[in-house]
């Protein structure tokens, strides 16, 4: 566009200088240099103007700047004037042509740079609208080849927290990273279901290990009693006065005693008994509980602070099973504290009201630490040997994770021991005229 400029700028000061020449007989070189300026940038442009121009305007261009020129140069003073006449008109012809191709040469290039500068405008939206689909193609790539697959591998870790350790089926036709991935966690879940069914096996054959010892242990001390004491029976019935006598089937009859209520408490850690769930009086309960244990309380003497509240909800529970593990747990505080020692019972409900719990607090010898992940194990126990079976706690843990509960110990030693035992509140109002509930 700069080179249209100057040859229509070359070409119009010719024709200022041409009509100069003939008005003042001047400036006639200087017509020639400007006519000479514009035929040297058509040449030097010649790629350009073609493109512009094509061939035929521009070789007609041409043509009447050479005329033009040939014309100018054979102007001089001793011409006649009729000739000078006809240059003078014939130059104005090939002048005017040149400024009218001239003017429309510069606004064909004008136009051409408009349309380049309104299709420079529009190349950035168009990058921009590609660049969206760009993103969206990998947004779309991204979640197909990677966010979805972790989040089928997430999936399948919490499937495996949860214990389901079943494997993943492939949902691609061609394998990649995750695909090497879902192999090896199936490969780890496999071998997570036959380790675990492993230890499951050794806990089964421990715990039956267990319990055979436990069982062989405590029935073998009053079944040698029950032998020792039948076979002197035998021997010296004859020379045994009937007071002797009296004393050692009485003997035996504890000892018989013994050994039937060791098989009873086994039976009723072992046995899947039917839960009755009705709304219990928890206080009512435990107050029963404490008149059934009111000759070793006092025999004990220990001291027993319980304090009821009026405002407590019913929890949801099998009466007479609460009893039992009420009675286990307050007869086992009254064995581990000293005389004039204290056992405090109390009763608080959690802070969404879903449980109620319940602390037995003694002020007894306490439990050593290493003990207390022990004290729920069949036949384990802290008392002196033919005090205890070891079963009173394990069966009442039991019977309060089938009322969907909890029990738990803490204990220091020489300080005493705290058990608590929660227990879901029963969600319809309490039967008025349950038994029990009268306070």
Known sequence: M???????????????????????HTNLNDALSHVHAAGQILEKGNNNFLSVLGEQEFERIHNHLSRYEALLSSLNNDLPIDQQNRIEIELREHGS??????????AQERSTVKSLLTVSKRIPIFFLVVLILLITYFAVFMVRQILWPMGRMMEATERISAGDFTPMLPKRKYNDEFSSLAIAMN???????????????????RAIGTLTAGIAHE???????????ASMFKEDYDTLEVEERFDMLNDLVNESDRAQRIIRNLLDYARESKIESVS?????????????AGNQIALS???VNFTPSDTLPHVLGDRQQLIQVFLNIILNALDATLKNGSLTISIQISKNRDYVRTEFADTGTGIPEEKLSSIFDPFFTTKPEGKGTGLGLSVSQSIIKKHGGNISVVSEVNKGTTISVSLPTAMIPADLSETGSDD
């Open 187 to 205: 490969h780890m879940m496999i071998q997570l279901v036959q380790r675990e069914e492993a230890l499951v096996q050794s806990h089964k054959l």
């Open 219 to 229: 029935l073998n001390n009053p079944l040698n009693n029950i032998v020792l004491t």
């Open 97 to 106: 042509e040149m400024v009218t191709m001239a003017k429309e040469l510069v």
């Open 301 to 303: 003497k220990i001291k």
């Open 2 to 24: 700069q080179s249209s400029d100057t040859f229509s700028f070359e070409i119009q000061q010719a024709r200022r200088f041409e009509k100069n020449y003939f008005l003042y």
């Open 280 to 292: 219990v009086d928890l206080q009512g309960t435990i107050r029963e509980t404490l008149r059934l």
